[in-house]
């Protein structure tokens, strides 16, 4: 279970990766969140917001038009 | 913050569409942890009003789809191919582009521009508008937002002259 969840469903770019930004804010390092998106370019801008801001993409998956992220937030 | 990256944006533009590219590249850099500054000149200082009227136009911008944002998928697939002439002849024809692409906006789940705009604010990301313009175009600073500042070239490259990325939309 994530320490938070954001529902990003039907939102397009940017706003699920300033969404998440936001919501990251308020966890402590080491929490961690998850984001459902239907937006098809979240995959890639997921790895790269991760890979920017140094928060941890543990997990990225994909179900029924669904996109699925966990963010660990970095310590 | 000093390490953090900086970015730089010259906004030109005063359109519905040419709205998008500052505020969505400005709020996501803001995200990434860049210190951002938006200098908005001429058209671009259209995004700054308190009151935003932008509209978009098809005219002469031949890259632009016509297509209507309701209706059942063929008809939406439709690319309506309405001659320049015509286009300048029927009166509203900007006013129902204008509210066709606000509904398409808001069909693909798109952030409107105020919201983007008000994303960027809450971001952190610094506004500057070019004072010469503001008068060139008999502006008063009541007309735009607050918490802008208001200066010149020499003010952008202060912080331009730092930058890691610098646009010119």
């Known amino acids: 279970m994530a320490d938070k969840e954001l529902d990003a469903r039907g939102l397009n770019c940017p706003l699920p990766i300033l969404r998440t930004k936001k919501m990251l804010n308020d966890l402590t390092g080491g929490q961690t969140l998850r984001v459902v998106a239907t937006d098809p370019g979240a995959v890639k801008d997921f790895q790269a917001f991760a890979k920017q801001t140094g928060n941890e993409l543990v997990e990225s998956a994909e179900a029924n038009g669904e996109y699925t992220f966990i963010l660990k937030k970095k310590a | ?169």
């Open chain 2, 1 to 169: 913050m000093s390490e953090a990256k900086k970015l730089a944006i010259i906004a030109t533009k005063g359109t519905l569409d040419w709205a998008y590219p500052p505020f969505i590249l400005a709020s996501t850099a803001a995200a990434l942890g860049y210190d951002v500054q938006i200098f908005f000149t001429f058209y671009g200082l259209q995004l700054l009003r308190k009151t935003l009227d932008l509209k978009v136009s098809p005219l002469g911008n031949p890259g632009m789809p016509m297509k209507m944002p309701f209706g059942p998928k063929w008809f939406k697939g439709i690319n309506w191919n309405i001659p320049n002439l015509v286009q300048s002849l029927v009166p509203g024809y900007e006013a129902l582009a204008t509210t066709l692409m606000k509904q398409t906006v808001r069909n693909s789940g798109v952030a409107s521009i105020p919201e983007l705009r008000e994303l960027c604010r809450e971001a952190e990301v610094k506004f500057i508008a070019c004072q010469m313009t503001v008068e060139l175009f008999g502006f008063e600073h009541g007309d735009f937002i607050d918490g802008l500042e208001f200066g010149g070239a020499a003010t952008f490259f202060e912080f331009a002259g730092e930058s890691d990325i610098c646009l010119f939309i």
